[in-house]
């Protein structure tokens, strides 16, 4: 009732382990050496105590291959590696004080070492690109806590797809949000285009619902309306203080006859 882990269901390491090559290595604080277990198809092959630091290891290879026929249903190696590295890089920014490192090939595509501030963890990825038209999320109402980056109209998209939201440190993907944030722009943005944001919220657990999805990468909340109009709220104040609405600035030239006339940035008349 109250899940703080980024944990799945128990069952997925069964469904893993039955359509792979698998291996689990774990070790509690209390024990002097851990345990390995190591399965093929699902059958357990064998399991060794073994000397290994405190935690937890998974090993997944041969993905789909005793499932023929569920492999094909996978995209390209170009798809499925993008889906993975975007996959860490949004994890990473909600967990900046882990690190992580991605290798394909024996090639590290990138190594984000543990970071002291989510601004520091954004400036080791991909995400650099937004540092100039980010502006900081701070606001904390009725036990929930917003945090994050707005960007500034500059930085709109056509789409969605630069819309981050954590809840939790989990991240989610939630269209209700996703409208409070767009109601918190505007008059911000131009039509047909959307808000850039890392939105991290706060809330206690007990009131949020991980397991709507076998994923958890959708939740329920229990007071959604509150929630919802304290972003939208917050948002609006945040972009107001910190005037990030579109500008216009004109300049006049005077002609003969003493009449005004608009002159263009060049200071040609137009």
Not at 65 to 71: D, L, Q, V
Not at 105 to 116: K, L, N, Q, R, T
Not at 151 to 173: D, H, V, Y
Request: aromatic content about 8%.
């Amino acid at each position: 009732f109250a899940v703080k882990t980024l944990g799945f269901r128990g069952e997925a390491l069964a469904s893993i382990a039955a359509i792979s090559r698998f291996t689990i290595a774990t070790r509690d604080r209390v024990q002097p050496v851990g345990a390995e277990s190591h399965l093929t198809g699902g059958a357990v092959e064998r399991i060794r105590e073994v000397g290994i630091p405190v935690g937890t290891s998974v090993e997944v290879s041969d993905l789909f291959f005793n499932t023929p026929a569920r492999k094909k249903f996978l995209k390209g190696a170009r798809a499925e590696y993008a889906a993975i590295a975007e996959t860490i890089t949004t994890t990473s920014l909600a967990h900046p004080g882990v690190a992580f490192k991605l290798a394909r090939d024996g090639e590290v595509i990138f190594d984000y070492p543990s970071a002291s501030h989510l601004k520091e963890r954004v400036l080791q990825t991909h995400y650099r690109a937004w540092d100039p038209h980010l502006l900081p999320l701070d606001a904390a109402q009725g036990g929930v806590a917003l945090q994050g980056y707005l960007a500034s109209a500059e930085l709109s998209r056509i789409n969605r797809t630069a819309q981050l939201f954590f809840i939790n440190n989990r991240p989610i993907k939630s269209l209700p949000l996703s409208y409070a944030l767009q109601r918190g722009y505007d008059g911000y943005l131009p039509p047909g285009h959307f808000p850039v944001a890392i939105i991290l919220l706060t809330i206690d657990p007990a009131l949020v619902d991980v397991n709507v999805h076998p994923t958890k990468r959708e939740v329920r909340l229990q007071d959604e309306r509150f929630v919802l109009e304290l972003l939208t709220h917050a948002l609006r104040d945040h972009l107001k203080r910190a005037d990030h609405a579109p500008s216009i600035s004109f300049s006049y030239a005077l002609d003969k006859k003493k009449k005004y006339i608009p002159a263009a940035a060049d200071g040609t008349k137009s």
